[in-house]
């Protein structure tokens, strides 16, 4: 699933930190500035489902 991302430093790393909670995150585009917006940056993110560990055995 490709995901875009635009808003400030602050607020891009912010949800980066909460999609890497539920998502895999296999590409992450450079960060681009966005003209119509001073200080706004726009990213892109290629995610896919979150992948689990499996359980040991004890």
């Known amino acids: 699933m490709r995901i875009r ?3 400030t430093r ?3 790393i912010d949800a980066l930190f ?3 909670q539920h998502f895999t ?3 992450v585009s450079r960060l681009y500035p966005d003209r119509a917006h001073p200080h ?3 990213i892109y ?3 896919g489902p979150h992948e689990r560990e499996q359980p040991r055995d004890r």
Do not use: K, P, V
């Open 5 to 7: 991302i635009e808003g």
């Open 10 to 12: 602050a607020e891009i």
């Open 45 to 47: 993110l290629t995610t």
């Open 25 to 27: 995150l296999y590409a």
């Open 18 to 20: 909460r999609l890497r």
């Open 40 to 42: 706004h940056w726009r």
